[in-house]
């Protein structure tokens, strides 16, 4: 098992994946129309909060800062190579003790990604004002009205 890989529990008593806590990418790309579209993974069913849309992301290795986690992760389950994007900033989500980091970014395309990881069934770029009619997961559910906030600024 990769360093980092693990369960923890934060201050509120959640179990949560990554011993050193968790990282996502959130690529935006805005086409010559203004729509803005996000690259979402769809979560395989047996995986923590399986079936649900969420971000390429995963545990922090120690050491590893958000962006680099993301980065890797991003690469590992979608072949998104970090020259496709640039990062423009971060969402800290603390639960006291454990964190998870949504790491903002700009994609000046819509990157062809591929399905890597049996951890996902499918890897999209979506539609933002589609985005509410998936399931999403729990955790990106709740951050997101904060992590939209942070788009639109």
Same mark, same amino acid.
């Given at each position: 098992?990769?360093?980092?890989?693990? /369960?923890?529990?934060?201050?509120?008593?959640?179990?949560?994946?990554?011993?050193?806590?968790?990282?996502?990418?959130?690529?935006?790309?805005?086409?010559?129309?203004?729509? *803005?579209?996000?690259?979402?993974?769809?979560? =395989? /069913? /047996? =995986?923590?909060?399986?079936?649900?849309?969420?971000? !390429?992301? %995963?545990? @922090?290795?120690?050491? &590893?800062?958000?962006?680099?986690?993301?980065?890797?992760? +991003?690469? &590992? &389950?979608?072949?998104?190579?970090?020259?496709?994007?640039?990062?423009? %900033? @971060?969402?800290?989500?603390?639960?006291?003790?454990?964190?998870?980091? $949504?790491?903002? *970014? $700009? #994609?000046?395309?819509?990157?062809?990604?591929? $399905? !890597?990881?049996?951890? =996902?069934?499918?890897?999209?770029?979506? @539609?933002?004002? &589609?985005? @509410?009619?998936?399931?999403?997961?729990?955790?990106?559910? +709740?951050?997101?009205?904060?992590?939209? #906030? !942070?788009?639109?600024?």
């Amino acid at each position: 098992m990769p360093a980092g890989d693990g /369960w923890a529990r934060c201050a509120r008593g959640h179990r949560h994946w990554g011993v050193y806590g968790a990282a996502g990418l959130l690529a935006l790309h805005r086409d010559p129309d203004g729509v *803005a579209w996000l690259l979402m993974q769809h979560r =395989s /069913w /047996w =995986s923590h909060h399986g079936d649900t849309w969420g971000l !390429l992301g %995963g545990a @922090r290795a120690p050491g &590893e800062t958000a962006e680099q986690a993301a980065g890797r992760e +991003a690469w &590992e &389950e979608a072949s998104l190579p970090t020259s496709a994007y640039t990062v423009n %900033g @971060r969402f800290v989500d603390d639960h006291g003790g454990w964190s998870y980091v $949504t790491v903002l *970014a $700009t #994609a000046q395309q819509r990157v062809r990604i591929t $399905t !890597l990881s049996a951890e =996902s069934t499918d890897v999209a770029w979506v @539609r933002q004002d &589609e985005l @509410r009619r998936l399931p999403l997961h729990p955790g990106f559910a +709740a951050s997101w009205p904060s992590v939209a #906030a !942070l788009l639109d600024a």
